[in-house]
Nanobody
Framework: QVQLRESGGGSVQAGGSLNLSCAVSGPMYVMAWFREVPGKAREGVGCISRTGARRYDTSVEGRFTISKDKEKGILYLEMSSLKIEDTAMYYC????????????????WGQGTQVTVSS
């Protein structure tokens, strides 16, 4: 059974940086980071293919970097120049079945880690 566990969330001031990790038990095919705030739909932040190709939402492009270490079984999200609007619960996902890797079309999700950015 595929299991995902996020870590690294916390509180940071605007302009700061934070690095998230997602420990993966299972194959690392297409994987992604999503975020969600109460009352809004879960949105894709970035996704990475088996070969390492990356896609980002325009709101984070140039500030966030998604990467993975297949040997360690870890998915990363490096976040810099954080903005207040980046505040959300962040989730990693795998088991993609859709047509757009930034849509929440995944079979397996972690429990989430909270990121709070303050002024």
């Amino acid at each position: 059974q595929v299991q995902l566990r996020e870590s690294g969330g916390g509180s940071v001031q605007a302009g700061g940086s934070l690095n998230l990790s997602c420990a993966v038990s299972g194959p690392m095919y297409v994987m992604a980071w999503f975020r969600e705030v109460p009352g809004k739909a879960r949105e894709g932040v970035g996704c990475i293919s088996r070969t390492g190709a990356r896609r980002y939402d325009t709101s984070v492009e140039g500030r966030f970097t998604i990467s993975k270490d297949k040997e360690k079984g870890i998915l990363y999200l490096e976040m810099s120049s954080l903005k207040i609007e980046d505040t959300a619960m962040y989730y990693c996902a795998t088991g993609w079945y859709g047509s757009n890797c930034l849509l929440p079309q995944y079979n397996h999700w972690g429990q989430g880690t909270q990121v709070t950015v303050s002024s």
